[in-house]
């Protein structure tokens, strides 16, 4: 079989495990481990695989892919169509099921996570790449997930050279929108966030950045910076938990998603689609669960906008970006904030959460 089973070495808390551990994404179960940003020791394999060996490190993308379907075959990786086994109650609530995901809900095939000593990774011969001594854990870890999640964001925003994009969200997935795009050519970033932490750090990867915390209007401010005219690609890394203050339509999401009125709460998505220039592009890398309500679709479509979104197509970046890392274009190791042990993981979800103590990015080690 096309499986094999790893010794974690690390793993980390991601935003998204905070919409399960928070109760926005449905189907989820007692006893259900979390954890989509793996990375071990290969100790046991199955028959097919031929691409590893025991005793190989390698890096594991959070989607499960066959790799052969009509979607793996044009590298859409996260919409297989084969490995969600519980895909009819992803139907009932999409109108199709995507791939299944490491460390996710029931809707999404109820995979174990890595947030565990071992796991058990299926289609292994299509998702775990092998770590090249020269490259740490720390380096190689977010592979997993948030840097080529990152980097599709800041594909998807269609940057052209000398682009000015706005990033709203300074946590680990904005932090590498930031840098990809960057790498991708932009000529101007300017990153949206309130905490100082995250502000910093994204200045330092050199982004402009706007505290919405200490001006009156993130739109005002934008387009005085752009001269009138917009950012020409804007990217929400936040998604479903959009901070519930700072803006009065923040704190109605907030209000209805605590009386279940509705699920999301979409400050951040409609800022940007008000913000981004005629004919530009917004990118949706933020992670959205349900229903949102009044997105300004007038707005979107009087002007002309570009919408990409998706949960990313991990094995279609994992060995470009890995070039990236050993190159030395980019050490991704700079997001950690928090090294800890897995017995530590209650405390660090608490302040991960709560965005205590400067917490930007948690690595785990069993």
Request: net charge negative; glycine share 12%; proline share 5%.
């Amino acid at each position: 079989m096309s499986k094999v089973f790893i010794k974690v070495s690390a793993c980390a808390i991601c935003g998204s495990d905070l919409h399960l551990l928070d109760g926005y994404q449905p189907t989820m179960k007692p006893g259900d481990i979390l954890g989509h940003e793996n990375m071990g020791v290969v100790v046991a394999l199955g028959s097919e695989v031929t691409n590893l060996k025991i005793g190989d490190r390698v890096v594991v993308p959070f989607t499960i892919s066959c790799g052969d379907c009509f979607f793996c075959r044009k590298g859409l990786f996260s919409a297989c169509e084969r490995t969600n086994p519980n895909a009819e109650l992803a139907i009932k609530a999409m109108g199709h099921s995507p791939a299944g995901l490491f460390g996710f809900s029931h809707m999404l095939g109820g995979y174990c996570g890595g947030q565990a000593e071992y796991l058990r990774v299926p289609m292994a011969d299509i998702g775990p790449i092998k770590v090249p001594d020269n490259v740490t854990d720390d380096q190689a870890l977010f592979l997993s997930d948030i840097f080529p999640t990152g980097y599709m964001a800041a594909e998807n925003a269609n940057i052209e050279e000398g682009d000015t994009v706005a990033i709203w969200g300074c946590g680990p997935v904005g932090q590498f929108a930031i840098r990809s795009a960057l790498m991708l050519g932009a000529g101007r970033v300017i990153a949206i966030d309130e905490v100082p932490e995250r502000l910093a750090m994204a200045e330092a990867g050199g982004a402009e950045t706007i505290n919405f915390a200490e001006v009156d209007s993130v739109y005002d401010e934008l387009q005085f910076r752009t001269k009138g005219r917009g950012p020409d690609s804007c990217i929400d890394a936040v998604g479903a938990e959009a901070s519930g203050h700072g803006a009065v339509d923040a704190v109605i999401d907030k209000v209805k998603a605590a009386t279940f009125l509705a699920t999301d709460r979409v400050h951040v998505l409609r800022e940007a689609i008000m913000s981004c220039r005629m004919g530009g592009t917004v990118s949706i890398p933020g992670v959205y669960v349900g229903m949102g309500d009044k997105i300004p679709i007038g707005a979107m479509m009087n002007k002309g906008l570009t919408i990409k979104t998706g949960q990313t197509h991990v094995q279609a970046y994992t060995k470009l970006l890995l070039a990236r890392i050993e190159a030395g274009d980019i050490d991704p190791s700079f997001v950690v904030t928090h090294p800890a042990s897995l017995e530590d993981a209650p405390e660090m979800y608490q302040k991960f959460r709560d965005k205590q103590d400067g917490v930007i990015k948690v690595v785990l080690r069993p």
